[in-house]
């Protein structure tokens, strides 16, 4: 009994000191929103430049995000849009998901705009978790150069839970 008490305070004294008492908590309460076209500076940009996040002008592709029977998969895994579109992800079921391009296979100058693009974000270029059936995450790719990014769901990622978007 006096181990797993000591187990107990080990793990809060832990948790304690990983949340280094910051106050940016993503809040996916408004995810749905999350590319709603608002201009604000990006607060992870990568080259020290502030880009302003670009509205979508294009249409919104849907791709959903399913973790079943089957495994863990974006559907569909792999998407080609136009300059200006945007992509709403979905949880169907199996969250928590998130979106999450690799830094360094973005290419350099979309970087920034992208990582503006993402709004409500919880590291570089990597959107909030989503927990429940229906919550959407909507990435504008306005301002986007053509290219081929590739995403993947950060604690489904080792489940192969991955995809790529390709801007033409």
């Known amino acids: 009994m006096r181990f797993y ?5 080990a793990g809060a004294a832990v948790l304690s000191a990983c949340s280094g008492g910051s106050s940016n908590n993503a809040d996916t309460s408004n995810a749905s929103t999350a590319a709603s076209g608002a201009a604000t500076p990006a607060t992870g940009a990568t080259s020290g430049a502030t880009v302003a996040a670009a509205p ?9 995000m399913i973790g079943d029977e089957k495994g863990y998969r974006f559907e569909p895994a ?20 998130n979106v999450a391009f ?20 919880i590291s570089e270029l990597s959107s909030p978790m989503l927990m429940n059936a229906g919550e ?3 990435i504008s790719f ?14 489904h990622l080792a489940m192969g839970m991955k995809g790529t978007i390709t801007v033409q």
């Open 102 to 121: 690799d830094p360094t296979t973005v290419p350099a100058d979309s970087k920034d705009q992208l990582n503006a693009n993402m709004q409500g974000q």
């Open 78 to 97: 792999n998407l080609t849009i136009k300059p200006g579109d945007a992509v709403a992800f979905t949880v169907v079921s199996g969250g928590p998901h």
């Open 142 to 155: 306005g301002n986007i150069k053509p290219g081929t990014y590739p995403f993947h769901c950060t604690p």
């Open 56 to 64: 979508a002008t294009g249409k919104t592709d849907t791709i959903k």
């Open 136 to 138: 959407t995450y909507v």
């Open 5 to 9: 008490g000591l187990a107990l305070l």
